[in-house]
């Protein structure tokens, strides 16, 4: 039976069994395959943490299969697969950030992704290279029945055009009402381009394997989940890998770059939107992929502000540039 599992943890630990010194303590992680082609040709991606804590539930792991804590393995005590057990620390914050790992199978990867899921309260876009689990299938499909109005529960994705429907496992033929689905359903906000298979121009492989979560509503906590995991059932249950669960604005916002170039990359059209809430400083949050040529905002403004202004920030916080606003009417303001 152990011959017919995968590893696909695909992790590096730096310099953890140095305890003299924490601070040196490195995990590189994601869906990287250290190849060739997984270098020059496939849509991959990395997650570096720098924390003692995390580099030392990595390493509790690595040793789980290694069979031993020192230099030299031991295949005889070494656990793979369903052998290995639920014997690390999940949660983790590294400078502020939240931060969640989970291994493959002992840690229930698919509960906790489903559990991600249900939190969702506006957009999830994902981007995957094998997607076969119907439940995590099932769970985008409540998040988005639940909401009843696809103008606040925007569900996108990219398929890799391998895994899109040459496997009659694939959840691709459910989530895009293709015929013979078992389980159809409609999502997005324009049902044709919601679900797409990728395009990739070096013609490799969408290796992605991650879910974004409400990265256009700041005020709903932003949040990634990233793997080395397929998402499918053998993926859950048998081969050894990896997830890492990371709330934050920033990193979300860099996962969403990338989402939308192979979406955009794969035919899609998507404009973004703009954040419906904010706060009493009247701070717009804008997607910051959209290339526009001509940009006009209006704003109503119900209270007197002397010389209001727009600040164009960067997305590391820096200001860069400012626009006064014009006033065109009572309480209305617009800026081009």
């Given at each position: 039976?152990m011959?017919i599992t995968?590893?696909?943890?695909?992790f590096f630990?730096f310099?953890?069994?140095?305890?003299?010194?924490?601070?040196?303590?490195?995990?590189w992680t994601?869906?990287?395959?250290v190849?060739?082609?997984g270098?020059?040709?496939n849509?991959?991606?990395?997650?570096?943490?720098?924390?003692?804590?995390?580099?030392?539930?990595y390493?509790e792991?690595?040793e789980?299969?290694?069979?031993?804590?020192?230099?030299?393995?031991?295949p005889?005590?070494a656990k793979f697969?369903?052998?290995?057990?639920?014997?690390?620390?999940?949660q983790?914050n590294v400078?502020?950030v939240?931060?969640e790992v989970?291994f493959?199978?002992?840690d229930?990867?698919?509960d906790?992704?489903?559990n991600?899921?249900?939190?969702t309260?506006?957009?999830?876009y994902?981007?995957?290279?094998?997607?076969?689990?119907?439940?995590?299938?099932?769970?985008?499909?409540?998040?988005?029945?639940?909401?009843?109005?696809?103008?606040?529960?925007?569900?996108?994705?990219?398929?890799d055009?391998?895994?899109?429907?040459?496997?009659?496992?694939?959840?691709?033929i459910?989530?895009?009402?293709i015929?013979?689905s078992?389980n159809?359903?409609?999502?997005?906000?324009?049902?044709?381009l919601?679900?797409?298979?990728?395009?990739?121009?070096?013609?490799?492989?969408?290796?992605h394997k991650?879910?974004?979560?409400?990265?256009?509503?700041?005020?709903?906590?932003?949040?990634?989940?990233?793997?080395?995991?397929?998402w499918?059932?053998?993926?859950?249950?048998?081969?050894?890998?990896?997830?890492?669960?990371i709330?934050?604005d920033f990193i979300?916002n860099?996962?969403f770059?990338?989402?939308m170039?192979r979406?955009?990359?794969?035919?899609?059209?998507f404009?973004?939107?703009?954040?419906?809430?904010?706060?009493?400083?009247?701070?717009?949050?804008?997607s910051?992929d959209?290339i526009?040529?001509e940009?006009?905002?209006?704003l109503?403004?119900?209270?007197?502000?002397?010389?209001?202004?727009?600040?164009?920030?960067?997305?590391?916080?820096q200001?860069?540039?400012s626009f006064?606003?014009?006033?065109v009417?009572d309480?209305?303001y617009t800026?081009e």
């Amino acid at each position: 039976m152990m011959g017919i599992t995968t590893c696909t943890i695909s992790f590096f630990i730096f310099d953890y069994r140095d305890s003299s010194v924490y601070t040196d303590d490195w995990v590189w992680t994601g869906s990287y395959n250290v190849t060739y082609w997984g270098t020059v040709a496939n849509t991959q991606n990395v997650v570096t943490i720098h924390d003692h804590d995390v580099a030392s539930a990595y390493t509790e792991e690595f040793e789980e299969m290694w069979g031993l804590s020192d230099n030299s393995p031991n295949p005889g005590n070494a656990k793979f697969s369903y052998y290995k057990t639920d014997n690390t620390e999940h949660q983790f914050n590294v400078d502020g950030v939240n931060i969640e790992v989970y291994f493959s199978p002992s840690d229930n990867f698919k509960d906790n992704l489903v559990n991600k899921i249900e939190t969702t309260n506006y957009e999830s876009y994902f981007s995957i290279f094998y997607f076969s689990h119907r439940d995590i299938s099932n769970a985008l499909k409540d998040v988005w029945n639940g909401r009843g109005d696809c103008a606040l529960s925007n569900i996108r994705g990219i398929f890799d055009e391998g895994c899109w429907t040459n496997n009659y496992n694939s959840e691709a033929i459910d989530i895009s009402f293709i015929p013979g689905s078992c389980n159809p359903w409609h999502p997005g906000l324009d049902t044709n381009l919601a679900i797409l298979r990728d395009n990739i121009c070096s013609d490799g492989l969408l290796h992605h394997k991650y879910l974004i979560i409400d990265v256009e509503h700041s005020e709903s906590g932003p949040r990634v989940i990233t793997v080395s995991t397929n998402w499918s059932y053998w993926g859950d249950n048998y081969n050894d890998g990896n997830s890492i669960f990371i709330q934050s604005d920033f990193i979300a916002n860099q996962y969403f770059q990338e989402w939308m170039a192979r979406y955009k990359e794969a035919g899609g059209e998507f404009s973004g939107i703009i954040s419906e809430n904010y706060n009493r400083s009247i701070t717009l949050i804008l997607s910051t992929d959209i290339i526009v040529n001509e940009l006009i905002i209006y704003l109503f403004l119900n209270e007197n502000i002397i010389n209001p202004i727009i600040d164009v920030i960067n997305l590391t916080g820096q200001k860069f540039t400012s626009f006064p606003l014009n006033k065109v009417g009572d309480g209305l303001y617009t800026v081009e």
